[in-house]
């Protein structure tokens, strides 16, 4: 999945309210992968971290999701 694929899936989530209730509950990056798989998308684990831009707010993931993906 490309970073236009990952940001196309939280917009997905910002849209969805259910979508992104399940995206808030996910603890484990693999988590955030099955979640965006069952939704159609491949996300690659390695574009989801830093250095690469966050795709994802903090309002949309769990504190310690937050904590992994937007760290810099």
Excluded: T, W
Aim: overall charge negative.
């Amino acid at each position: 999945m490309s970073i236009k694929e990952i940001q196309a899936f939280s917009n997905q989530a910002l849209n969805d309210p259910a979508l992104g209730e399940k995206l808030k509950a996910c603890e484990k990056v693999r988590d955030v992968i099955a979640l965006g798989k069952e939704h159609g998308y491949s996300i690659i684990e390695d574009l989801l971290y830093p250095p690469n831009e966050p795709q994802f707010s903090e309002a949309q993931l769990s504190p310690k999701m937050a904590k992994a993906l937007l760290r810099a």
